[in-house]
C-alpha cells in the first residue's frame, strides 16, 4: 500500500500561480505513475497531469503550456506547478499513484480557489 500527502492548495487570484506536492510513502517500489486529478462538485474527476516512474508525461488539453508535473525520486514527491491560473481550474485537486499491475492510492485533496 502507498500513502499520499498532498500540500500545496489555495486562494490565488486568476493569472496567479501554484505549486501542489503529493509525497508518497509506503510501498514506493509498486508505483507505475504519480498523478493529479482534479474534481468540481456534480462533475467526475477528471486528468490534469500523470508522470510515469520513467519521465513520461500526459497532461489534460487544459492544462498544456500552463501546468508542468516532475517529480523528485529521492523525496519520492511529485509537483504540479499550475501558472496563468483561471477560474475554472477552481476544484479539489487529487495525487494518484498507480501501481505496477492493478489498483492505485488517492490522496485526500487539497482545495485549489481561482478567484479575485
Known amino acids: 500500500q502507498v500513502q499520499l500527502a498532498e500540500s500545496g492548495g489555495g486562494l490565488v487570484q486568476p493569472g496567479g500561480s501554484l505549486r501542489l506536492s503529493c509525497t508518497a510513502s509506503?510501498?514506493?517500489?509498486?508505483?507505475?505513475?504519480m498523478g493529479w486529478y482534479r474534481q468540481v462538485p456534480g462533475k467526475q474527476r477528471e486528468l490534469v497531469a500523470v508522470?510515469?516512474?520513467?519521465?513520461?508525461?500526459n497532461y489534460a488539453d487544459s492544462a498544456k503550456g500552463r501546468f508542468s508535473i516532475s517529480r523528485d525520486n529521492a523525496k519520492n514527491t511529485v509537483y504540479l506547478e499550475m501558472n496563468t491560473l483561471k477560474p475554472e481550474d477552481t476544484a479539489v485537486y487529487y495525487c494518484n499513484a498507480k501501481y505496477w499491475g492493478v489498483g492505485s492510492s488517492w490522496g485526500q485533496g487539497t482545495q485549489v480557489t481561482v478567484s479575485s
Open positions: 509506503g510501498s514506493i517500489a509498486s508505483i507505475y505513475a
Open positions: 508522470i510515469t516512474t520513467g519521465g513520461s508525461t
